[in-house]
Nanobody, 124 residues
Framework: QVQLVESGGGLVQAGGSLRLSCAAS????????MGWFRQAPGKEREFVAA????????YYADSVKGRFTISRDYAKITIYLQMNSLKPEDTAVYYC?????????????????WGQGTQVTVSS
């Protein structure tokens, strides 16, 4: 069992930055690929970024490529999403997810565990 707790959300002006954190429980964190998804009001949850078990491969949605960076810290059992040049359309609840098997994935059904989410609001 893996438990995930997100933090770091908040209100920021357009062009600003935020760093989201996702703290994971469990000793097998290194065996899991991790991902970030988001859900805006009235929209479906969508893929944002993913990182494989080793941290050697990362993937991003086209809408955030070049602005967001996903990373993982094995010692702290935490993954991060550094978000720069934020836009109002980035406003959403951001969810952290964990996937057994180690390889990153883009789709929600591929992930086995989910956090409760953290709200990010970008004002214009």
């Amino acid at each position: 069992q893996v438990q995930l707790v997100e933090s770091g959300g908040g209100l920021v002006q357009a062009g600003g930055s935020l760093r989201l954190s996702c703290a994971a429980s469990g000793r097998t964190f290194s065996n899991y690929a991790m991902g970030w998804f988001r859900q805006a009001p009235g929209k479906e949850r969508e893929f944002v970024a993913a990182i494989n078990w080793s941290g050697g491969s990362t993937y991003y949605a086209d809408s955030v490529k070049g602005r967001f960076t996903i990373s993982r810290d094995y010692a702290k059992i935490t993954i991060y999403l550094q978000m720069n040049s934020l836009k109002p359309e980035d406003t959403a609840v951001y969810y952290c997810a964990a996937r057994r098997g180690g390889s990153a994935a883009y789709t929600m059904p591929s992930y086995d565990y989910w956090g409760q989410g953290t709200q990010v609001t970008v004002s214009s």
